[in-house]
T-cell receptor, first 112, second 112 residues
Framework: GDSVTQTEGQVALSEEDFLTIHCNYS??????LFWYVQYPGEGPQLLFR???DKEKGSSRGFEATYDKGTTSFHLRKASVQESDSAVYYC???????????WGSGTKLIIKP | DPKIIQKPKYLVAVTGSEKILICEQY?????MYWYRQSAKKPLEFMFS???????DNQTASSRFQPQSSKKNHLDLQITALKPDDSATYFC???????????FGSGTRLTVL
């Protein structure tokens, strides 16, 4: 079945560090790929999505590029801020249905 | 203003009791969903409804029953509550039976 694998557990960075959270997927055809962010006490919010190979999604300084060759959609940000502390989820929606398949989530911690 | 309203925000119940979690969305969406989030399973799909009809049910237990009295309402009735039901329950919606999803801020349920 379809699946999403992302960086496990948590990532701890200092302000202005470069962020990468890895996301790899397994699905047939051309799934739509998503990044969601969840702040404490809130529901997940859509960051952005991409539907085609080489398409770049971006929002709030975060970006990811759909790579069908490596089946990846890695999240990157050049300079993280304390306000970026949250849990980040990679997800996919396959061609054949609407249901979202979620990664396990990665908690981003910004060290003081 | 929040576009997806979940009530109550916090709920404490005793084992064996019954509770109803309320969800209303004001986005004009036709599809609504319930998700559960706990330490054991970060984000778990439960139900989806489209035009007030059940589309998908991934909940093994019949103790969980969605109720849709209007197109923009999808409540969740939980009977015979168990401590394992303790989790945050998120309601979500989408324009149609598709993506992206928009989430409410959740109801945090604690079963003693």
């Amino acid at each position: 079945g379809d699946s999403v694998t992302q960086t496990e557990g948590q990532v701890a960075l200092s302000e202005e560090d470069f962020l990468t959270i890895h996301c790899n997927y397994s699905a047939s055809g051309y799934p739509t790929l998503f990044w969601y962010v969840q702040y404490p006490g809130e529901g997940p919010q859509l960051l952005f999505r991409a539907s085609r190979d080489k398409e770049k999604g971006s929002s709030r300084g975060f970006e990811a590029t759909y790579d069908k060759g490596t089946t990846s959609f890695h999240l990157r940000k050049a300079s993280v801020q304390e306000s970026d502390s949250a849990v980040y989820y990679c997800a996919l929606s396959a061609d054949s249905n609407y249901q979202l398949i979620w990664g396990s989530g990665t908690k981003l911690i910004i060290k003081p | 203003d929040p576009k997806i309203i979940q009530k109550p925000k916090y709920l404490v119940a005793v084992t064996g009791s019954e509770k109803i979690l309320i969800c209303e969305q004001y986005l004009g969406h036709n599809a609504m969903y319930w998700y559960r989030q706990s330490a054991k399973k970060p984000l778990e799909f439960m139900f989806s409804y489209s035009y007030q009809k059940l589309m998908d049910n991934q909940t093994a237990s019949s103790r969980f029953q969605p109720q849709s009295s209007k197109k923009n309402h999808l409540d969740l009735q939980i009977t015979a509550l168990k401590p394992d039901d303790s989790a945050t329950y998120f309601c979500a919606s989408s324009q149609d039976a598709g993506v992206p999803l928009y989430f409410g801020s959740g109801t945090r349920l604690t079963v003693l």
